[in-house]
Each structure stands twice: as structure tokens, then as C-alpha cells.
């Protein structure tokens, strides 16, 4: 059974408190690291946002955030944890922002001091200078920034810049909570703590990589935003990159969080650029058309983009909710081996898989037996778990039969205890000051350089954007960008 370890107190303050990652994801990840006793009781969890709340209001939206029924609630460790919450009016981008008001409420006791940018970062630079001006960027202070840190390298820059006059880059927490699933960061275990995966873990005997990050709602509520992001900007630029490194890395000397990031820079620098001849046969672009979600009709991505901007703009629109990489990284232990990289939305279902697809044995002794090779899943959503496909003999009379079977390792199966969520894991790390897990300055540029590249390919050469029905697993050019190499997606019977 897990065993959690108290940390520190500290306090931490949420700008953009009353919106959506707060309610959704920070306010429970602190209530359920409370309930299991990692938080103190002199914590403070102070909400700073524009919305006219005052505390009694805050608390009352927590507690709706924190659980689904009233009937759930444990009344006791609610009134316990309710205690922590605060809640402060504030523009921080108003030059008349009540900073002091902000500072009187925190403790005065050399505590770290979390600040989350829960918020658009367009205005992470203008709060940060805020928090320098006021005396808020103590020593022990921490700040959180969520991505997209940027929407290209320029801007991204301009964002590193500005938070790094006010913070020292030891004290910037850049998350991407992918970094925070159990499976993710089992990678480096499987590796590195196994001998039977190592020594495999090359062009010697690895066929090629496969990583999918596949969503099965649309962009409604978003459509304004994401037309100006689009799958690549909103999710190859992190979430997959950060996936690819951690699959590709080398091995670090140690732990240590400088450590493991140089190591996943390299392999951001070594990715292999595009130019307008190969982005064509390398990439696939689309959007979503009209199509089915089981029995319940979709409207395309044009007709809900109609809904929150100007008809006339999105008749043009060629912002992709899809996109499928074939990419390379250009080293020793990767010489050759393709990745393939998707992301889309309303795809057929929601989930996230690295699969390790191996060699083939290098001469069938089984003639007329059919055998595939073997293959590595490892499986971040929805069900966390590893799976090792096995090549077995089917038992039973009237010749040899060969059936691929998987050892399985289902967090849910082997692991019957609630284990903390990204969310959780990742604001304790970012207590106890262990930066592993979050994105270091040159890692976030490196990987904005090669997104830049091929955005700008695209536009240099033109790339069509193709369509694919809403429910589907996207385009059929998809498919047909693996099957050129004689390889096909992966495809899980996930409903």
C-alpha cells in the first residue's frame, strides 16, 4: 500500500481561482493530498480572480468542485480543509491590483509559497511583475505556469524572459501534467530498473514507435481558442513531445532534475526537421467533418467554430483538430527507427498509448504458423496499465498454432488503493521543490523550434487540410501514412 508522506506547510495561491483547471483539477487535487494527510493545517489555499466572490462563495464552489454529491462530503474533513480557503478580489493585470491585500493574507513564516497561473498566459509576465513589485518573489517562493507557455518560440521567449527577470529559473515550474501519470513516469523504470528492456531499447531490435493522443470530444466551449491553436500548438508542442522524450531518452547520471531534462533536450535537438519536399509525405492535417458519437449526431468543427466567431472567418479556417507525424531522431540509438506521433479530437474514443513495436524474428521457424512480433503497450489513458505482447502455442490437438497474448499489468487489477492523480503528484513535487517532472526554459524553446519548423512547412508547401467524420480514428490519409511503410496503426478496443 502507498505510503504518503506529509510535506512541509505551505501556501499557495491560485490566480484564476474560480475558473475551469481550478475547479476541476487543482481545488480536489489538494482536498484528496488533505484527506490523506499530506497537507497541514496551517496551509492557506487562496483564490485570486476577478469574479465578485467573497470567501463564503468560494468555499461554497470548492465544495461543489471537490465532490459530485452533497451525500459524499465527510462533513467533518470538509470543515477541516474549508478552513485552508481564501479567496481575494484581484485584476492582476490592474495597475491598482491589492497586492498588499494578497500579501497580508499568506503566512509571514519563511514558508514556500506556491503561485499557480491558472490562467491565460497572456498575462503571466504582467503577474509576475506584480508579485516582484510587491515583494512576493521571496527566496521560497514558487511559481506554477501551465501550458501553453507561448503559441510559438518568439512569444515563448518573450514569457521566459519576463518570468525569469522576476524568478530564478530553479523557482519556475513549467507542468504539463502528462508528466504527473503513474504510467508516464513508470517509463524510466521499465527501462532503466529491468534488464530485459534495456539492452532491447535501440534500433538493434525496435521496429518503430507509436504515440497517440486521442480524444473523443470536440472543441465546444473552446472553438475561440482553439482556432487559434490547433492540435498541434494544443498538444504535439507538449503533451506528445514530452511523451517522445521520455520514451527516447538516454539514461541520466542520476535523478537529479537537471539530470533528466538534459537528457530529454538532446532528444528534442535531435529530432529531425522538415522541409517543404517531406512535410507532405510526412504529416497529415484535418479537420473534423459532421459524424456520429455512438447514436448521438456530431456537427463539425466549421459549424461550431460558427457559434463563438464571424461566418465569414471560418470558411477558411485551416486550423487542425488532427494531425498525424512521421518523424526520426537523429542518433546513435535511434538511426532509422520511425516515429509516429497522432493527436486529434472526436476521434472514435478517448485514449493515450505508447506502443513499442519490436523487430520481427529474423527467420520464421514456425512455417505456415502466422506470428506476429512482439509488442510493448503502455497504456496512460483510460485505464493505466502495461501490456507485453507474447507470441504462445494455442493448446489443443490438430497442428501448431501461434496466438499473441499480452502479460498484463492494469494499475486497477495489481493496485486496489487510490493512487494520486497528475495533478496531485505533480503539487507535491512542486512543495518538496523537485523540478524532474516540470519542463526547464531550453526544453519548452527546443521543442518550439521544431513546432515552428512545421507549422511553417505547411504553410511553405501548402499542405492540404484533410477531413475525417467525427467518431472515426481520422483521415484514411493516417492510415495511409503507415501503411507506405508497410506498418498500420495500433488501434485498442477502447469504447
Given at each position: 500500500m502507498a505510503?504518503f508522506?506529509p510535506?512541509?506547510?505551505?501556501?499557495i495561491?491560485?490566480?484564476g481561482?474560480?475558473g475551469?483547471?481550478?475547479?476541476?483539477?487543482?481545488?480536489?487535487a489538494?482536498?484528496?493530498?488533505?484527506?490523506?494527510?499530506?497537507?497541514?493545517?496551517?496551509?492557506?489555499?487562496i483564490?485570486?480572480?476577478?469574479?465578485?466572490?467573497?470567501?463564503?462563495?468560494?468555499?461554497?464552489?470548492?465544495?461543489?468542485?471537490?465532490?459530485a454529491?452533497?451525500?459524499?462530503?465527510?462533513?467533518?474533513?470538509?470543515?477541516?480543509?474549508?478552513?485552508?480557503?481564501d479567496?481575494?478580489?484581484?485584476?492582476?493585470?490592474?495597475?491598482?491590483?491589492?497586492?498588499?491585500?494578497?500579501?497580508?493574507?499568506?503566512?509571514q513564516?519563511?514558508?514556500?509559497?506556491?503561485?499557480?497561473?491558472?490562467?491565460?498566459?497572456?498575462?503571466?509576465?504582467?503577474?509576475?511583475?506584480?508579485?516582484g513589485?510587491?515583494?512576493?518573489?521571496?527566496?521560497n517562493?514558487?511559481l506554477?505556469?501551465?501550458?501553453?507557455?507561448?503559441?510559438?518560440?518568439?512569444?515563448?521567449?518573450?514569457?521566459?524572459?519576463?518570468?525569469?527577470?522576476?524568478?530564478?529559473?530553479?523557482?519556475i515550474?513549467?507542468?504539463?501534467?502528462?508528466?504527473?501519470?503513474?504510467t508516464?513516469?513508470?517509463?524510466?523504470?521499465?527501462?532503466f530498473?529491468?534488464?530485459?528492456?534495456e539492452?532491447?531499447?535501440?534500433?538493434?531490435?525496435?521496429?518503430?514507435?507509436?504515440?497517440?493522443?486521442?480524444?473523443?470530444?470536440?472543441?465546444?466551449?473552446?472553438?475561440?481558442?482553439?482556432?487559434?491553436s490547433?492540435?498541434?500548438?494544443?498538444?504535439?508542442?507538449?503533451?506528445?513531445l514530452?511523451?517522445?522524450?521520455?520514451?527516447?531518452?538516454e539514461?541520466?547520471?542520476?535523478?537529479?532534475?537537471?539530470?533528466?531534462?538534459?537528457?530529454?533536450?538532446?532528444?528534442?535537438k535531435?529530432?529531425k526537421?522538415?522541409?517543404p519536399?517531406?512535410?507532405?509525405?510526412?504529416?497529415?492535417?484535418?479537420?473534423y467533418?459532421?459524424?456520429?458519437?455512438?447514436?448521438?449526431?456530431?456537427?463539425?468543427?466549421?459549424?461550431?467554430?460558427?457559434?463563438?466567431?464571424?461566418?465569414?472567418?471560418?470558411?477558411?479556417?485551416?486550423?487542425?483538430?488532427?494531425?498525424?507525424?512521421?518523424?526520426?531522431?537523429?542518433?546513435?540509438?535511434?538511426?532509422?527507427?520511425p516515429?509516429?506521433?497522432?493527436?486529434?479530437?472526436?476521434?472514435?474514443?478517448?485514449?493515450?498509448?505508447?506502443?513499442?513495436?519490436?523487430?520481427?524474428?529474423p527467420?520464421?521457424?514456425?512455417?505456415?504458423?502466422?506470428s506476429?512480433?512482439?509488442?510493448?503497450?503502455?497504456r496512460?489513458?483510460?485505464?493505466?496499465?502495461?501490456?507485453?505482447?507474447?507470441?504462445?502455442?494455442?493448446?489443443?490437438?490438430?497442428g501448431?498454432?501461434?496466438?499473441?497474448?499480452?502479460?498484463?499489468?492494469?494499475?486497477?487489477e495489481?493496485?486496489?488503493?487510490?493512487?494520486?492523480?497528475?495533478?496531485?503528484?505533480?503539487?507535491?513535487?512542486?512543495?518538496?521543490?523537485?523540478?524532474?517532472?516540470?519542463?526547464?526554459?531550453?526544453?519548452?524553446?527546443?521543442?518550439?523550434?521544431?513546432?515552428?519548423?512545421?507549422?511553417?512547412?505547411?504553410?511553405?508547401?501548402?499542405?492540404?487540410?484533410?477531413?475525417?467524420?467525427a467518431?472515426?480514428q481520422?483521415p484514411?490519409?493516417?492510415?495511409?501514412?503507415?501503411?507506405r511503410d508497410?506498418?498500420?496503426?495500433?488501434?485498442s478496443?477502447?469504447?
Amino acid at each position: 500500500m502507498a505510503e504518503f508522506i506529509p510535506v512541509e506547510p505551505f501556501d499557495i495561491v491560485i490566480f484564476g481561482g474560480t475558473g475551469d483547471l481550478s475547479r476541476r483539477k487543482l481545488l480536489p487535487a489538494l482536498f484528496h493530498r488533505f484527506l490523506d494527510g499530506q497537507l497541514d493545517h496551517t496551509n492557506k489555499i487562496i483564490g485570486a480572480a476577478r469574479t465578485n466572490f467573497d470567501r463564503k462563495a468560494f468555499v461554497k464552489m470548492a465544495k461543489k468542485a471537490c465532490f459530485a454529491t452533497p451525500d459524499e462530503i465527510p462533513e467533518s474533513k470538509w470543515a477541516e480543509f474549508a478552513a485552508l480557503l481564501d479567496y481575494i478580489i484581484m485584476d492582476a493585470t490592474d495597475k491598482t491590483a491589492n497586492w498588499n491585500g494578497l500579501k497580508t493574507r499568506l503566512n509571514q513564516d519563511g514558508r514556500p509559497v506556491i503561485y499557480y497561473m491558472a490562467t491565460t498566459p497572456h498575462i503571466y509576465v504582467q503577474t509576475c511583475q506584480g508579485l516582484g513589485k510587491a515583494g512576493l518573489n521571496t527566496p521560497n517562493a514558487r511559481l506554477v505556469l501551465e501550458k501553453p507557455i507561448g503559441t510559438d518560440l518568439t512569444s515563448a521567449r518573450l514569457i521566459n524572459d519576463g518570468v525569469g527577470a522576476v524568478f530564478p529559473e530553479n523557482s519556475i515550474f513549467r507542468i504539463d501534467h502528462y508528466l504527473g501519470k503513474e504510467t508516464v513516469q513508470n517509463l524510466m523504470v521499465l527501462r532503466f530498473a529491468n534488464t530485459l528492456f534495456e539492452p532491447l531499447w535501440s534500433h538493434h531490435y525496435i521496429d518503430h514507435v507509436q504515440i497517440t493522443v486521442a480524444e473523443n470530444i470536440g472543441v465546444e466551449g473552446r472553438a475561440g481558442y482553439y482556432d487559434r491553436s490547433g492540435a498541434v500548438r494544443d498538444m504535439v508542442q507538449n503533451h506528445l513531445l514530452q511523451l517522445l522524450c521520455l520514451t527516447a531518452m538516454e539514461p541520466p547520471n542520476s535523478l537529479i532534475a537537471d539530470e533528466v531534462r538534459t537528457e530529454k533536450i538532446k532528444v528534442l535537438k535531435a529530432l529531425k526537421a522538415f522541409a517543404p519536399g517531406t512535410v507532405k509525405s510526412n504529416t497529415v492535417r484535418a479537420q473534423y467533418s459532421a459524424g456520429m458519437d455512438g447514436e448521438i449526431p456530431v456537427r463539425a468543427y466549421l459549424d461550431t467554430l460558427l457559434d463563438t466567431t464571424n461566418a465569414d472567418d471560418t470558411k477558411s479556417s485551416r486550423t487542425e483538430t488532427f494531425v498525424a507525424i512521421k518523424t526520426e531522431i537523429k542518433n546513435w540509438r535511434w538511426a532509422g527507427v520511425p516515429f509516429y506521433l497522432r493527436t486529434g479530437k472526436r476521434m472514435a474514443s478517448r485514449h493515450s498509448e505508447i506502443v513499442i513495436q519490436f523487430k520481427p524474428t529474423p527467420h520464421p521457424l514456425f512455417e505456415g504458423a502466422y506470428s506476429e512480433a512482439n509488442r510493448l503497450v503502455i497504456r496512460l489513458q483510460p485505464d493505466e496499465g502495461v501490456k507485453l505482447y507474447m507470441q504462445i502455442k494455442e493448446p489443443g490437438p490438430g497442428g501448431l498454432r501461434i496466438k499473441s497474448l499480452p502479460l498484463n499489468l492494469s494499475y486497477a487489477e495489481n493496485f486496489s488503493v487510490r493512487y494520486p492523480d497528475a495533478y496531485e503528484r505533480l503539487l507535491m513535487d512542486i512543495v518538496r521543490g523537485n523540478l524532474a517532472l516540470f519542463m526547464r526554459r531550453d526544453e519548452v524553446e527546443a521543442a518550439w523550434t521544431w513546432v515552428d519548423n512545421l507549422l511553417a512547412n505547411w504553410e511553405d508547401s501548402d499542405q492540404a487540410m484533410e477531413t475525417y467524420a467525427a467518431g472515426t480514428q481520422g483521415p484514411v490519409q493516417s492510415a495511409m501514412l503507415m501503411d507506405r511503410d508497410g506498418r498500420t496503426w495500433w488501434e485498442s478496443n477502447y469504447k
